[in-house]
Every structure is written in structure tokens, then in C-alpha cells.
């Protein structure tokens, strides 16, 4: 496909092509001042490989200001606009035109909405190879990237020579690389394939590395790069060396966490406190609105606590009738009921680690006791039971009810609040902290590139404007339900634009919409897009955000400190 920056400038046309109904659309982006050759030869800029295209068809030459000209090579089925056979027209945008059996779409772009404001792939790739296909626009080496890949494989290993042969295999199988062998000699001296990864090939490796009586064979065009980067082959060969006894690697300490995916510096502050409160057992209450992000905060505080080895479960009190919510949590006694065998409840299975329970207050009030019982005894009795297990569970609730209310009501436990509410988290609405809409869009975007193995060039700032300016009632979730959505409705090639979102995100960027702003509150909130478009693109590098915004380093500086984007160390 015609990548049109190549010419040194944004796209100013589109022409959609749809060979037929079966087949995908293709977009081929056109910038001013290029000039683009159409046919089925194989060396023109639009490739129309289908029966009627003459090899050279017609051409397309885009102007520099608005407008384009679009010219018939004396083809033999003809250049059609609309139902008129044309041999040189003039187009502006909302055309159709047909090259033989072939008939397209000729789309206007407003630069200032379809110009890309964060970047994504331009290279197709299998969504295990999505990240290390292109090492030079990764920003850290390829050697950097893989040590980072195959250290949480050692830090999960049981310590079984299998278990280790196993993970590295799985490794292996994501290097950016055609192929890669591991062979070892066995008790008769023959060598045998320990481990492999990659596809199928015809020919010798097109390198090789001995570490150890273990040898590496590559192929593939970086095969050589991999010979080179003999600190993670060493970390490989140690793994499979590992022995039975040997205990597994630690997992990163809580100061190795990964920082929230925010700006906010009330969402840093949160997840800072919550670090520190994760060096306990005292039960954790996590307030917010729901898709606000509360069952990653729990996570969040499970893998910074020492429990972190130990199971981390979770529960949705207000998916089950409360009869089949108490067999859940607490189990059942075989017998209860006709062809009921005994099993274990959460409880019970999350001993040694955490249990988080989603959405506490639809709880039923005498389930409630039957939880404040455990929690106060550190002892489960099933269903049916007479005898209690001893549990040692860590809770962690959430819930987007106002359970004071229900305190008053009659309909929340008093004592159960206060034992749950021993720190009490809450997670403030996406509308509350906008400046993280374009920091998750890119998360979320990037993730569903990976996942699918889709290539784009990226997310345009007209579709980052509109999730910008759309008040989430359904918070962090719905936006990341928006954004799979849109990325089903892409063309290979394309970029992510507002003709991808939903209606209703479409119409936030609605300038007479139902919430008129004053000038001083405008002008502030599209600062603070922009900031936090800028901070997000360069993934939080300042002084790249700098340069995209063109301002100078003290105004960057003044900007966050004014629009509250600053953060503390």
C-alpha cells in the first residue's frame, strides 16, 4: 500500500478500493504535491491486480493546495467518473470513480483531523513478533527487549529442568527471527533439538552460538545480532541447568511495579498510598463507578503485598442469588441436596493469598454476616457443614454503592463497613481526570494491535479529539470496549479515525453541544488535552513532548504545574 509520507507530508486524499464484496476495502493515502500512477502492472503506485485494469490505467496527480486531477492513459475499458467516461477531470472530494470492473471511492482528509497523534504499526505481524519485527522503532535494542522477555519466564520457573525446557520453548517461539533451534548432546554424543521456535525453512542456519555444551541455531535477518547478544543466551542455557531443588526466582519487589497508566496526580497518589498499605493484611475497601478501574487496583495491591505468590481470586457479588453466592465463598458439604458432592469455597482456595469481592454492596444481609464471621474468626464453615476450616485471606472489596446509605437503610452491616473500610480507596471517574483518556486510548490501541496483529499508522487526532471530549459514563471500560470496536472496523494500513468510533462518541466533538464552556474554561481544558496528548505520544518523555508542542521547557514546566499535570517523584 501507497504510503504517502514518504512525500514529507500528511495525507490529503484517500482513494477506498473494493475489489468486490468479498473482499476487504483497501485505502491508499495520497499527499499534495505527488503524483500516483494507477494500473495492474506491478511497479505502479495504486496496483489494481484485477481483470479490465489496463497495466497502466490512469493517473492521479494531487495538488499542492486543495483538489486533484485525475487523467485516462488511454486504457482500454476507461476512467469513469460517476456514470461519464472521462479522459481528464478535475476532483474535490465524494467522487466515484471506476477504472474498468473496479470502482473506488475519492475521499477529502482534513488534515487536522486524520494527521496521526499517536503512532502505531506500519508493518503487518503476527501478534507475538508485533514488537520485535522493527527494532529501530522500539526505542531500547532488541538485546534490552529480550532480557526484559525472558526474565519473568525464569521468575516463574518451578525449578524442574521440564519446567525450564518449557519456558524456554515458549520464548524461543517469540524472537524475531525466522526460526531458532537449541540443541544438546545426549548420552551416546548424537545431538538432538532441545527446544525450537519459528517456522519451517529450506536452508543452513544463517548463524550459530555454542554456550556451555548448548548450541543456538538461527535464521533469519537478524540471526546475527542474536549471536551477539550472549547475556540473554547465557540467562537461557543457565535456566535449562536449573536443578529439581533449586526454589524460583522472586518476583519483582513492590518498588519494581509498574506505575498506574496515568497522569492524574490524584491516580498516582492513590496507587503510592495503596503500595504502602499492601505491606499489610488489614482489608482494603476500593470505591468507584463501575468500569472505573477497581479490580486493577486490587490486582494492583495483591502483587505489591508479601501474598503475592499466594492465589489472587475474585468474586462478583452481584452475579449469583445468594444462595449459590454462599456455596461459592464459603463451599458445600456433599449432601446438601440430591447429587451435591462436597467442594472448597473461595475461601478456602485463596488461603496464603488475597480475595477480591466486586461489588460488596449487593451482598445479601445474612451473607454479610456469614463474610464478617470469617473475616473475624479467620475460619470458614461450608454449606451444610458443622466443622470450620481455618483460612488466612486477605480482603479486598469494591463496590460503586453509597454504603453509608445503606447503613441507613437497614440494607449494609455497620460493623461489616468499618472491618472492610480499614483503608478505603477511592478511584475518581474518567471524567474527572481527562488527561488520561489519551494515554489509556494508546494503551489500549497499541494492546489490540499486538493481540490482533493489525497494521496501522496510528490513532488520528480528530478520533483522539472525540474520545477526548466524551464524558465516559462507563469510565476506563467503555473506553476500551470503544476502542476493540473501532479496531474491527479497520482496514489493513489504516489509521484509526473518527468514521471508526460509535455514534455517540462521534458527536462529543459537537460544538454546540449541551454543555457550553466558557473561553477561560475552553481555552484551559484544550491545553490540557494537548499536554496530555503530547505527554502520551511521547511516552512521557518531556523533552520530546516539548518538541511536538513547540513551546519553550519553562512554559512546558509552568503549563503542568498550572493544569495540574505535574507529578511528584
Known amino acids: ?216 541455531r538461527f535464521w533469519g535477518p537478524i540471526a546475527s545480532r542474536m549471536v551477539q547478544s550472549q547475556p540473554i543466551l547465557e540467562l537461557a542455557v543457565r535456566m535449562l541447568s536449573v536443578d529439581v531443588e533449586e526454589s524460583p526466582c522472586e518476583p519483582p519487589e513492590t518498588g519494581a511495579l509498574p506505575e498506574p497508566a496515568s497522569l492524574s496526580p490524584e491516580m498516582q497518589k492513590l496507587y503510592r498510598r495503596a503500595a504502602k498499605v499492601a505491606r499489610g493484611d488489614i482489608p482494603i475497601l476500593i470505591r468507584g463507578e463501575s468500569g472505573s478501574g477497581k479490580e486493577v487496583l486490587a490486582s494492583f495491591v495483591h502483587r505489591a503485598s508479601r501474598r503475592r505468590h499466594g492465589p489472587f481470586l475474585t468474586l462478583n457479588c452481584a452475579a449469583l442469588p445468594r444462595d449459590l453466592l454462599e456455596a461459592e465463598l464459603f463451599g458445600i458439604e456433599r449432601g446438601v441436596a440430591t447429587g451435591v458432592a462436597a467442594r472448597s469455597g473461595l475461601l478456602e482456595r485463596a488461603s496464603g493469598g488475597s480475595l477480591f469481592l466486586d461489588e460488596i454492596g449487593d451482598m445479601a444481609p445474612d451473607t454479610q454476616a456469614k463474610v464478617l464471621r470469617a473475616l473475624e474468626e479467620c475460619r470458614v464453615y461450608r454449606v451444610g457443614g458443622q466443622v470450620g476450616v481455618e483460612v488466612d485471606v486477605r480482603f479486598l472489596a469494591a463496590t460503586h454503592r453509597d454504603l453509608e446509605r445503606g447503613i441507613e437503610e437497614g440494607s449494609f452491616r455497620a460493623d461489616l463497613y468499618h472491618r472492610l473500610a480499614a483503608f478505603e480507596a477511592r478511584i475518581p471517574p474518567l471524567r474527572e481526570r481527562r488527561e488520561d483518556v489519551a494515554l489509556l486510548a494508546g494503551h489500549f490501541f497499541a494492546r489490540e494491535l499486538e493481540r490482533d496483529g493489525v497494521s496501522s499508522p496510528g490513532l488520528s487526532r480528530g478520533a483522539l479529539g472525540a474520545l477526548c471530549e466524551y464524558t465516559w459514563p462507563g469510565n476506563v471500560r467503555e473506553l476500551r470496549l470503544e476502542i476493540a470496536q473501532a479496531m474491527l472496523l479497520l482496514d489493513p494500513g489504516e489509521p484509526l479515525g473518527l468514521q471508526h468510533l460509535s455514534e455517540r462518541v462521534r458527536l462529543a466533538l459537537d460544538i454546540d453541544g449541551p454543555e457550553p464552556l466558557t473561553l477561560e474554561a475552553q481555552l484551559r481544558r484544550t491545553e490540557r488535552q494537548a499536554l496530555a496528548t503530547a505527554l502520551a505520544t511521547a511516552g512521557g518523555d518531556r523533552a520530546r513532548a516539548i518538541d511536538q508542542l513547540g513551546v519553550s521547557r519553562a512554559t512546558f514546566y509552568r503549563k503542568l504545574k498550572e493544569l495540574g499535570l505535574e507529578t511528584q517523584d
Request: proline share 5%; aromatic share 4%; with cysteine.
Open 1 to 216: 500500500m501507497t504510503d504517502p509520507r514518504k512525500a514529507g507530508s500528511e495525507p490529503s486524499y484517500c482513494l477506498k478500493v473494493q475489489d468486490d464484496s468479498e473482499a476487504p476495502v483497501r485505502n491508499f493515502y495520497l499527499a499534495a504535491g505527488s503524483t500516483y500512477a494507477i494500473g495492474s502492472a506491478s511497479d505502479v503506485e495504486i496496483r489494481l491486480p484485477v481483470a479490465g485494469v489496463s497495466r497502466r490505467h490512469a493517473r492521479i496527480e494531487v495538488l499542492e493546495g486543495r483538489g486533484a486531477v485525475i487523467e485516462d492513459l488511454d486504457s482500454r475499458n476507461g476512467t469513469w467518473l460517476g456514470d461519464r467516461r472521462v479522459h481528464r477531470a478535475a476532483l474535490v472530494g465524494g467522487e466515484q470513480l471506476s477504472f474498468g470492473s473496479v470502482t473506488t471511492e475519492w475521499v477529502a482528509l482534513d488534515p487536522a483531523l486524520t494527521s496521526i497523534a499517536i503512532a502505531g504499526s506500519r508493518n503487518p505481524a503476527s501478534p507475538r513478533t508485533a514488537d520485535l519485527s522493527n527494532p529501530s522503532t522500539l526505542g531500547i535494542s532488541i538485546e534490552e527487549r529480550l532480557l526484559r522477555s525472558l526474565c519473568p519466564l525464569v521468575a516463574r520457573s518451578a525449578g524442574s529442568v521440564a519446567t525450564a525446557q518449557s519456558l524456554v520453548a515458549a520464548w524461543l517461539g517469540g524472537l524475531p527471527i525466522e526460526r531458532v533451534e537449541l540443541l544438546r548432546q545426549d548420552a551416546s554424543g548424537e545431538e538432538v533439538v532441545t527446544a525450537v521456535g519459528g517456522c519451517e525453512v529450506g536452508h543452513p542456519a544463517d548463524s550459530e552460538a555454542t554456550i556451555d555444551g548448548w548450541r543456538f
